[in-house]
C-alpha cells in the first residue's frame, strides 16, 4: 500500500515558477514508477510527466517539455515537478501517482494505482 499527498500548489502569474512535491507512504515507493497528471476544469486528466523507480528515465508530454521537470528522492520517499515558464494553460488540479508492481515510467493513467488528493495551480496572464 502506498499512500501519496501533493503539496506545493499555488497562484502564480504566466512565466512563474512553482515547485510541486509528493510525498509518499510505504516500503514500496522506491521500486515504484511515479507519474504527475492534470485536470483542468471541464476537461479530462492527462499526462504531465512520469519517472522510473530509480530517477534515471523519465517522460514528458509534449505541451510541458523543457518547461517541467520531475525528479525523486527514494531516501526521502518524495517525488517533485519543478515547473517553469508557468502558462495560463497550465491551470489545473495536479495528481502524484505510484504504479504497483513496475518500476518502469508509463503515460497512461490506467497503470498506477494509487493516486493523491491532488493540489491545484493556477497561472493568471
Known amino acids: 500500500q502506498v499512500q501519496l499527498v501533493e503539496s506545493g500548489g499555488g497562484l502564480r502569474q504566466a512565466g512563474g515558477s512553482l515547485r510541486l512535491s509528493c510525498a509518499a507512504s510505504?516500503?514500496?515507493?522506491?521500486?515504484?514508477?511515479m507519474g504527475w497528471f492534470r485536470q483542468a476544469p471541464g476537461k479530462e486528466r492527462e499526462f504531465v510527466a512520469a519517472i522510473n523507480w530509480n530517477g534515471v528515465s523519465t517522460n514528458y508530454a509534449d505541451s510541458v517539455k523543457g518547461r517541467f521537470t520531475i525528479s525523486r528522492d527514494n531516501a526521502k520517499n518524495t517525488v517533485h515537478l519543478q515547473m517553469n515558464s508557468l502558462k495560463p494553460e497550465d491551470t489545473a488540479v495536479y495528481y502524484c501517482?505510484?504504479?504497483?508492481?513496475?518500476?518502469?515510467?508509463?503515460?497512461?493513467?490506467?497503470?498506477?494505482?494509487?493516486w493523491g488528493q491532488g493540489t491545484q495551480v493556477t497561472v493568471s496572464s
Open positions: 510505504g516500503r514500496t515507493f522506491s521500486s515504484a514508477a
Open positions: 501517482a505510484a504504479r504497483r508492481y513496475s518500476g518502469g515510467y508509463s503515460q497512461f493513467e490506467r497503470e498506477y494505482t494509487y
